[in-house]
């Protein structure tokens, strides 16, 4: 399985992003899928996550009420759908799936993307 991120770049404080995250190769059977992201200097932390059904979302209390993860398993695809950035919100931002369940936890995490970076300047 490839998770392969795009939607990345360089934004305004305020602005919207949308990332996008497709897997190929391979079938990720009722595998919650997560974002996670490390800006520099610091650890890996969760972000956003969304069960296999879609009915479960979790979210990081630092981006709630401005981040929003959905997915379309037809696809193979989801999304984190990012507004009202803030410069702190900077970091590579990775995709992640977890066949054991949704958790925040990225040791969870079976498969990652390589990352796409975001950027928000001030």
């Known amino acids: 399985v490839q998770l392969v991120e795009s939607g990345g770049g360089l934004v305004q404080a305020g602005g919207s992003l949308r990332l996008s995250c497709v897997a190929s190769?391979?079938?990720?059977?009722?595998?919650?899928m997560s974002w996670f992201r490390q800006a520099p200097g610091k650890e890996r932390e969760f972000v956003a996550g969304?069960?296999?059904?879609?009915?479960?979302?979790y979210y990081a209390d630092s981006v709630k009420a401005r981040f929003t993860v959905s997915r379309d398993n037809g696809q193979k695809s989801w999304y984190l759908q990012m507004n009202s950035l803030k410069p702190e919100d900077t970091a590579v931002y990775y995709c992640?799936?977890?066949?054991?369940?949704?958790?925040?936890?990225?040791?969870?995490?079976?498969?990652w993307g390589r990352g796409t970076q975001v950027t928000v300047s001030s």
């Open positions: 992640a799936a977890a066949g054991r369940g949704l958790t925040t936890s990225e040791l969870w995490y079976d498969h």
């Open positions: 190769g391979g079938i990720l059977s009722r595998s919650a």
């Open positions: 969304i069960s296999w059904t879609g009915s479960t979302t």
